[in-house]
Nanobody, 124 residues
Framework: QVQLVESGGGWVQAGDSLRLSCATSGRTFSSYAMGWFRQAPGKEREFVGAVNWGGTNANYAESMKARFTISRDNAKNTMYLQMNSLKFEDTAIYYC?????????????????WGQGTQVTVSS
């Protein structure tokens, strides 16, 4: 079993930056790939980015790859999402997820474990 807890969300203005964290517990952190997803009101859950077990390979949704960076610190059992140049349309609940594989994936149903989410609100 894996427990995930997101933090770092908040209210910011357009153009600002935020760093989200996802702390994990319950299993060896380096044994699974991690992902970030988000969900805005009235919309489906959307892929943001994902990283493999070692943090050596990350991929992103096309609309975010120039502004967002995913990293992980296996010694701290934590994954991060650095978000720069935030836009109003980035407003959503952000979720971290873990899957029983060392390879990253872009599809939500390939992730078994989910956090409760952290709200990010960007004012224009």
């Amino acid at each position: 079993q894996v427990q995930l807890v997101e933090s770092g969300g908040g209210w910011v203005q357009a153009g600002d930056s935020l760093r989200l964290s996802c702390a994990t517990s319950g299993r060896t952190f380096s044994s699974y790939a991690m992902g970030w997803f988000r969900q805005a009101p009235g919309k489906e859950r959307e892929f943001v980015g994902a990283v493999n077990w070692g943090g050596t390979n990350a991929n992103y949704a096309e609309s975010m790859k120039a502004r967002f960076t995913i990293s992980r610190d296996n010694a701290k059992n934590t994954m991060y999402l650095q978000m720069n140049s935030l836009k109003f349309e980035d407003t959503a609940i952000y979720y971290c997820a873990a899957r029983d594989s060392i390879a990253a994936a872009t599809t939500p149903n390939l992730y078994r474990y989910w956090g409760q989410g952290t709200q990010v609100t960007v004012s224009s």
